[in-house]
């Protein structure tokens, strides 16, 4: 089974800073990579997602992350923090050759974002 | 609009007392999930469905139960066997075949009282 690391359970960043948040997975086989946003009592909102083709990619509310196969890494970055970006950010997989459609979720990272 | 319906968006029972929490989209998705939320340990598979009239079960089925009569319902029903029920649960969707993104709703708040 599939594995996902996010390192970091609470994240604090200034306003207007580098905002990076770390996910690795385990897998021989590059998975489809995925990062979702959940704000207070909702459901959890795509925010990009990796399936092929460039290894950067770009989301929406300015957010992006770089796949690096060498480091079976996924990592979400912004370069400038909005006291919007507050929320709980989980990173996810799906195995590309598992016809089941299964995700397997991170435990999460909580962003704070400091005014 | 197309998208993912939950409701009630709170729900109270008392113990021993089954409930049913309803999950309902209109994006013609094959596959549907519901995942449990639990303070710090994200997200886990409680049951899943491909198709309809057939449904398996994730991580942490006992104590939940599912049907899948209809491709736009996927309700769940926590009974009373579930020892710890209050929690955040999630219902999910996704096309099958695809790059398997999964698509959710807005969530249901379980409390037992």
């Known amino acids: 089974a599939q594995s996902v690391t996010q390192l970091g359970s609470h994240v604090s960043v200034s306003e207007g800073a580098l905002v990076l948040l770390r996910c690795n997975y385990s897998?021989?086989?590059?998975?489809?990579l995925f990062w979702y946003v959940q704000y207070p009592n909702q459901g959890l909102q795509l925010l990009l997602k990796?399936?092929?083709?460039?290894?950067l990619v770009k989301g929406i509310n300015g957010f992006e992350a770089e796949f690096k196969k060498s480091e079976t890494s996924f990592h979400l970055t912004k370069p400038s923090a909005h006291m919007s970006d507050a929320a709980e950010y989980f990173c996810?997989?799906?195995?590309?050759?598992?016809?089941?459609?299964?995700?397997?979720f991170g435990t999460g990272t909580s962003l704070t974002v400091i005014p | 609009d197309g998208g993912i319906t939950q409701s009630p968006k709170y729900l109270f029972r008392k113990e021993g007392q089954n409930v049913t929490l309803s999950c309902e989209q209109n994006?013609?998705?094959?596959?549907m999930y519901w995942y449990r939320q639990d303070p710090g340990q994200g997200l886990r598979l409680i049951y899943y469905?491909?198709?309809?009239?057939?449904?398996q079960k994730g991580d942490i089925a006992e104590g939940y139960s599912v049907s899948r009569e209809k491709k736009e319902s996927f309700p769940l029903t926590v009974t009373s066997a579930q020892k710890n029920p209050t929690a955040f649960y999630l219902c999910?969707?996704?096309?099958?075949?695809?790059?398997?993104?999964?698509?959710f709703g807005p969530g249901t708040r379980l409390t037992v009282l």
């Open positions: 994006l013609n998705h094959d596959a």
């Open positions: 990796y399936t092929t083709g460039a290894t």
């Open positions: 897998s021989s086989v590059p998975p489809y």
């Open positions: 996810a997989v799906s195995d590309r050759r598992n016809t089941g459609n299964q995700f397997y």
């Open positions: 469905s491909q198709i309809v009239n057939d449904f």
């Open positions: 999910a969707s996704t096309v099958t075949g695809t790059s398997n993104t999964q698509y």
